[in-house]
């Protein structure tokens, strides 16, 4: 009876780490995908090849909020990402390369790989894009506790489906035929068994002399509510070392905007600056970058200007900012052409009251 099929081995569900991984880098790569890259110098926004690269079509085989998507997703699961441009100064992600690495001069990479081409040419780190997020690989630290979690929720899922189960034992009486051909006979005889219990609403089995099949009841009670903790408990490791609030990830409505706030402050701003350093040292000079010019990224807002006009009023009425300072934080460009901009104001109610006073005094000479 040993050779007969009555054990499966309990799956791990592959895919609850990947949907996992997958929510938190999507998230933050639609986050970062909205954000715009400029050059600005002398206070004014640089819209030259650059700014087109950067925010409309980097490559001819991709969008530009698809380049970020993928430069977030290389960038997260792989610890790395290499951008490099062409001679057509088409920006291109690597999909793989080696990396080999210097103490005084530039770390250099070959065998640098673009879907099936492979360039035999050594790229210096001066000439290449290359951002890390982190100092230890997070796709290991991903597959390690997932170890554990797997199996639990693998578990779950096999107690789950036994809950409703068909549950029989079959008495045989001492088998004549101890073959092999005689044992998967009568394996087969019991798989179709099952298989009329399982699969049909009414099931008639003729009944065998030496052979009786009797089914068990079920007393488990497992609940479905045990299956999401495990997955909301792996997810919620996987963003807690992303950075991203487990409140905004799970959609809570309450106080949204705290979360929110974290998130884009821990979580968004320092990929943005990771990038912004990058292209700042490898697409600025030196001297040009000393005398103003200088890469600036403008993420996406979580509040409109609607939302904070009271605000703008107050720091323009007190003299805090000017309006072209305040369209900035704005996200709007500034206007060259209104002086009034540039110039800050304070109304009377921000005045010393002395002041106030001296302006209402009649002259009595």
């Given at each position: 009876?040993?050779?007969?099929?009555?054990?499966?081995?309990?799956?791990?569900?592959i895919?609850?780490?990947?949907?996992?991984?997958?929510?938190?880098?999507?998230?933050?790569?639609?986050?970062?995908s909205?954000?715009?890259?400029?050059?600005?110098?002398?206070?004014?926004?640089?819209?030259?090849?650059?700014y087109?690269?950067?925010?409309?079509?980097?490559?001819?085989?991709?969008?530009?909020?698809?380049?970020?998507?993928?430069?977030?997703h290389?960038?997260?699961?792989d610890?790395?990402?290499?951008?490099?441009?062409?001679?057509?100064?088409?920006?291109?992600?690597?999909?793989?390369?080696?990396?080999?690495?210097?103490?005084?001069?530039?770390?250099?990479?070959?065998?640098?790989?673009?879907?099936?081409?492979?360039?035999?040419?050594?790229?210096?780190?001066?000439?290449?894009?290359?951002?890390?997020?982190?100092?230890?690989?997070?796709?290991?630290?991903?597959?390690?506790?997932?170890?554990?979690y797997?199996?639990?929720?693998?578990?779950?899922?096999e107690?789950?489906?036994?809950?409703?189960?068909?549950?029989?034992?079959?008495?045989?009486?001492?088998?004549?035929?101890?073959?092999?051909?005689?044992?998967?006979?009568?394996?087969?005889?019991?798989?179709?068994?099952?298989?009329?219990?399982?699969?049909?609403?009414?099931a008639?089995?003729?009944?065998?002399?030496?052979?009786?099949?009797?089914?068990?009841?079920?007393?488990?009670?497992?609940?479905?509510d045990?299956?999401?903790?495990?997955?909301?408990?792996?997810?919620?490791?996987?963003?807690?070392?992303?950075?991203?609030?487990?409140?905004?990830l799970?959609?809570?409505?309450?106080?949204?905007?705290k979360?929110?706030?974290?998130?884009?402050?821990?979580?968004?701003?320092?990929?943005?600056?990771?990038?912004?350093?990058?292209?700042?040292?490898?697409?600025?000079?030196?001297?040009?970058?000393?005398a103003?010019?200088?890469?600036e990224?403008?993420?996406?807002?979580?509040?409109?200007?609607?939302?904070?006009?009271?605000a703008?009023?107050?720091?323009?009425?007190?003299?805090?900012?000017?309006?072209?300072?305040?369209?900035?934080?704005?996200?709007?460009?500034?206007?060259?052409?209104?002086?009034?901009?540039?110039?800050?104001?304070?109304?009377?109610?921000?005045?010393?009251?002395?002041?106030?006073?001296?302006?209402?005094e009649?002259?009595?000479?």
């Amino acid at each position: 009876m040993l050779d007969f099929d009555l054990i499966e081995e309990t799956s791990k569900k592959i895919h609850m780490k990947q949907l996992a991984i997958q929510t938190c880098i999507n998230m933050i790569g639609r986050t970062i995908s909205q954000s715009e890259f400029y050059v600005k110098k002398d206070k004014k926004i640089v819209k030259d090849e650059m700014y087109y690269r950067l925010n409309v079509r980097p490559n001819p085989n991709m969008s530009a909020s698809q380049f970020w998507q993928t430069v977030v997703h290389k960038l997260i699961y792989d610890n790395e990402c290499m951008i490099i441009q062409s001679d057509t100064e088409d920006l291109l992600i690597a999909d793989s390369f080696t990396r080999i690495e210097y103490a005084l001069v530039n770390d250099s990479f070959k065998d640098v790989t673009i879907k099936d081409f492979t360039f035999s040419r050594t790229f210096q780190m001066s000439d290449v894009i290359y951002l890390e997020y982190s100092n230890k690989k997070l796709s290991t630290m991903f597959d390690g506790l997932y170890a554990d979690y797997g199996e639990l929720f693998g578990r779950i899922i096999e107690f789950q489906k036994r809950k409703n189960q068909i549950r029989g034992v079959v008495d045989i009486e001492a088998v004549s035929d101890k073959t092999e051909k005689g044992q998967e006979k009568l394996q087969n005889y019991i798989n179709k068994i099952y298989k009329a219990f399982s699969g049909k609403s009414v099931a008639i089995v003729p009944q065998q002399k030496g052979f009786k099949y009797e089914e068990m009841k079920n007393s488990q009670s497992q609940s479905v509510d045990e299956v999401n903790k495990v997955i909301n408990g792996f997810l919620n490791q996987v963003a807690k070392a992303l950075g991203i609030p487990i409140a905004l990830l799970h959609g809570d409505m309450a106080d949204v905007e705290k979360p929110t706030r974290n998130y884009m402050t821990y979580c968004i701003d320092p990929f943005l600056k990771k990038i912004k350093d990058e292209l700042n040292a490898k697409m600025i000079d030196k001297t040009d970058y000393l005398a103003g010019k200088k890469m600036e990224t403008k993420r996406v807002s979580y509040s409109n200007m609607f939302d904070v006009a009271a605000a703008v009023d107050k720091l323009r009425s007190s003299g805090v900012a000017n309006g072209n300072e305040l369209r900035e934080e704005l996200g709007l460009e500034r206007v060259e052409d209104d002086p009034m901009l540039d110039k800050y104001v304070i109304t009377k109610n921000y005045q010393e009251s002395s002041d106030a006073l001296k302006g209402g005094e009649k002259d009595e000479t």
